[in-house]
C-alpha cells in the first residue's frame, strides 16, 4: 500500500485524507436558469461540466454557510455557491436529476467559496484548486432561525436566513460525493466523504436570501434564481474527509 500524501501548507504538513471532525451548516437551494448556469460555468473554464437539469430550462444553485469547529484545517466560517451539475455517469433525465438533489449525491462546482482563514485560504486553493478568499462573515447557527452573511470590502455579498425545518433522523453518513473546482483554467474533481450526522432539519421553501452589492451578487442575480428557496437545510453536526484532486 503506498503511503498517503502529504501537501506543506504555511510550514503545516496536512496528511490525505483531510479530516473534518465537527461542522454545522445552513443550506437553501433555489431553482436557476439552466443556460445562465452553463454561460456561468463556461466563464469560470469548466466548460466540460453542465447544469444538471431538474426541469426543462431550469438548473440548482446551492447556498451554503458552513461553521468548521474543529478540524485539520483549524475552526474557519465558509459561504459556498455552489452551482449543481450532471454527473457523467449517471442518466441525464429531469427524474433521475430529482433523485440525486433529495438523496444530497449530486455533483456540484464549488463555483464561489469566501473564508474567514488565511490558513484555510491557502490549503484550499493549494491543495484542491477550491476558490478561497478572505471575506467577513456574521453568523448564528444557535437560534430556531438560523442565519449567515458574507461580505468582502463592506460590500454586502449574500444574506441568508432559514426558518426551522421538520427533524430528520440522524444518519450514519459515510456517503461518496464528488465537487470539483476551477481555478486559474485548471479543471479537478475532489472526491470526498461525508461521515456522521445529527441534528439535520430540512423543509422545502423558508429561506430568505438578500443580495447585496458586491460583483458575486450581481452574478446571482444573473443566474436568475427562484423568488422561494425549493429546499432549505440546517445541520447541527457532520463530519467530512477530503481526498486529493484529480486534474480534469
Not at 498517503?4 to 471532525?21: C, D, F, M, N, Q
Not at 444538471?52 to 468548521?68: A, T
Not at 479543471?187 to 443580495?211: D, Q
Request: with cysteine; aromatic share 6%.
Amino acid at each position: 500500500m503506498s503511503s498517503p500524501s502529504t501537501h506543506t501548507v504555511a510550514g503545516t504538513t496536512l496528511t490525505i485524507p483531510v479530516e473534518v471532525r465537527d461542522a454545522r451548516c445552513i443550506a437553501a437551494g433555489f431553482t436557476a436558469d439552466a443556460d445562465a448556469m452553463a454561460r456561468t460555468i463556461a466563464a469560470s473554464g469548466a466548460s466540460p461540466l453542465r447544469p444538471l437539469r431538474i426541469r426543462p430550462g431550469r438548473g440548482m444553485v446551492m447556498l451554503v454557510f458552513v461553521d468548521y469547529v474543529d478540524g485539520d484545517l483549524g475552526p474557519y466560517n465558509e459561504f459556498g455557491v455552489c452551482l449543481l451539475v450532471e454527473n457523467p455517469t449517471a442518466p441525464a433525465s429531469p427524474l433521475s436529476a430529482l433523485g440525486s438533489v433529495v438523496r444530497g449525491d449530486a455533483h456540484a462546482l464549488i463555483h464561489r467559496l469566501p473564508v474567514d482563514g488565511e490558513f484555510t485560504r491557502q490549503a484550499g486553493r493549494g491543495i484542491w484548486g477550491f476558490p478561497k478568499f478572505l471575506a467577513d462573515f456574521d453568523v448564528d447557527h444557535d437560534g430556531s432561525r438560523k442565519r449567515g452573511s458574507v461580505s468582502e470590502d463592506g460590500r454586502l455579498i449574500a444574506a441568508l436566513e432559514t426558518a426551522p425545518g421538520l427533524p430528520v433522523p440522524a444518519a450514519p453518513g459515510d456517503a461518496e460525493l464528488t465537487a470539483y473546482s476551477c481555478l486559474d483554467g485548471k479543471l479537478r474533481s475532489i472526491p470526498w466523504r461525508l461521515g456522521s450526522l445529527s441534528g439535520v432539519r430540512a423543509r422545502i421553501g423558508g429561506a430568505t436570501l438578500t443580495l447585496g452589492g458586491h460583483p458575486i451578487a450581481d452574478e446571482l442575480r444573473g443566474l436568475k434564481l427562484a423568488r422561494h428557496a425549493a429546499i432549505t437545510m440546517s445541520v447541527g453536526h457532520l463530519a467530512m474527509t477530503f481526498d486529493d484532486a484529480t486534474d480534469l
